[in-house]
């Protein structure tokens, strides 16, 4: 139930939204300084999102693009250095993609049953970047089904034959598949699965005759630095257009108003004074300042797990702190429940990684390989690009699939190394090649049992060698 103070909000800001009007600054510089600080953290998600959404489902001509929107895209290879539209990416699971527009109707998504050893999801999330449900294998299970994704003003009835109906917070949003690749032996059977991920409009699906179409969107096109500076608000009134006001932003979406950030208002950053561009400037300064600081103190040291900084908005409780965070370490990360991550971003001296300064190892004990339900990888990236790392072997990861060929300890125990230079051979099964430069590397734990969140298994330390 909307309250009268939420209702006159965005009654007001639907006025905004419809007239196309300039909202007013109307902030001290003090006062804007602390708001664009807030409005930076909360909004660089959103804008990150929407050049992931331009690349694959706006710019047709673009190396990135994977779909039209309300269609599938599906990546039918691994993922290899040469791919940049995702920040540090996951070549165990090859994707599929859907950009889903929900402004005139709900979309149905089909999956098809699967074995019951292969892993598959479905992630949905919203234009606010929080994964607001999932389908596949942990939530769903293997045996395919029908599932209809709303927009946040729909109020039709379900079909049938339709098995969930899950309702979006924003108009766009975005469908993110993950099929668990074996080996490269399996790539075909992979594309199979693919092939039987279907998308269809409700009323296709039903077959009945279409509503009217929605207007149609003039996408902004991405700047180089649209992220950096007081730019990056004229793209978050442009998404939060399509993203409905929630209740327990009503506050903060008022303060946003008094810099001029308001959905669907256009941004003019030529038209601020001097000073109130000066005042957003350091409000974003604070903000980025505000992250380097989190992220040495708590992300680092491993005090705040990345799986907390994912997941719905119950979950997340409004921390938009740790939302720009999840889109700083890897957009589009998954909820704690479907996978656990573990950043190695300094070694056990406290020492960011460097493949130019030493060689590493992660050591696991004898029967303290991570615990899971699915599968656990190992992947390294390359921390300038946070992109996979060029190797002549053209390995990227080690995976739990992969046991089977690796060395282990005289103890029973599992040693990988972490390094630039090509080790003897007898030793190269247990290679992750690094960079000659910074680097940090990601563990995936898969549908992870409960003691590898709850702190009861223990993270193995990033080891250099002297």
């Known amino acids: 139930m909307i309250g009268k103070p939420t209702r006159l909000l965005l009654a007001s800001l639907s006025i905004l939204m419809s007239s196309g009007a300039w909202a007013d600054f109307t902030a001290t510089p003090s006062e804007a300084r602390a708001i664009a600080k807030e409005a930076y953290l909360y909004g660089y998600p959103v804008v990150e999102m929407y050049k992931t959404l331009y690349t694959q489902a706006v710019d047709k001509g673009g190396v990135n693009f994977k779909a039209p929107f309300n269609h599938i895209g599906n990546t039918a290879q691994v993922f290899t ?222 005090q705040v797990a990345i799986g907390d900084l994912f997941g719905n908005r119950d979950h997340l409780k409004n921390n938009d702190l740790y939302r720009y965070a999840g889109a700083e370490v890897g957009l589009f990360g998954n909820s704690a429940d479907e996978a656990t991550y573990f950043n190695y971003v300094v070694d056990s001296e406290g020492k960011p990684a460097n493949g130019a300064r030493h060689s590493y190892t992660v050591h696991f004990a004898k029967d303290q390989l991570p615990p899971v339900d699915a599968f656990w990888s190992l992947t390294l990236y390359n921390a300038k690009t946070k992109l996979l790392v060029p190797n002549h072997k053209k390995r990227y990861v080690i995976n739990s699939r992969m046991l089977p060929n690796l060395k282990l300890d005289a103890d029973g125990g599992l040693t990988l190394a972490l390094q630039h230079h090509e080790p003897p051979k007898a030793e190269q099964s247990n290679w992750l090649p690094a960079p000659p430069g910074p680097f940090y590397a990601v563990l995936r734990l898969y549908l992870p049992k409960p003691e590898a969140n709850n702190g009861q298994w223990k993270l193995p330390p990033l080891t250099p060698l002297k």
């Open 81 to 302: 250095p040469k791919d940049t539209t995702l920040a540090t990416p996951n070549p165990d699971t090859p994707y599929s993609f859907v950009w889903m527009d929900l402004r005139s109707e709900p979309l149905v998504l089909t999956l098809p049953k699967i074995e019951d050893n292969r892993y598959y999801s479905v992630q949905l999330v919203d234009l606010y970047t929080h994964n607001f449900a999932y389908l596949g294998t942990r939530s769903t299970g293997n045996n395919g089904g029908h599932y209809m994704i709303a927009g946040p003003d729909w109020k039709g009835q379900q079909p049938v034959d339709v098995d969930r109906v899950v309702y979006s917070e924003s108009n766009l949003a975005y469908a993110l598949y993950r099929t668990q690749l074996f080996d490269e032996k399996d790539l075909n059977k992979v594309k199979q699965i693919q092939n039987g991920y279907k998308v269809q409009s409700l009323s296709s699906y039903v077959k009945q005759a279409a509503p009217a179409k929605a207007p149609k969107i003039d996408w902004p096109k991405p700047l180089a630095n649209m992220t950096e500076g007081p730019q990056l608000f004229r793209y978050l009134n442009f998404m939060l257009a399509f993203a409905a006001p929630q209740d327990s932003e009503k506050d903060q979406l008022a303060r946003f108003a008094t810099i001029g950030i308001a959905p669907g208002a256009p941004f003019k950053v030529n038209q601020l004074s001097a000073e109130q561009r000066k005042a957003l400037e350091d409000g974003i300064a604070d903000a980025k300042a505000e992250f380097a600081a989190f992220k040495k103190d708590k992300l680092d040291t491993q």
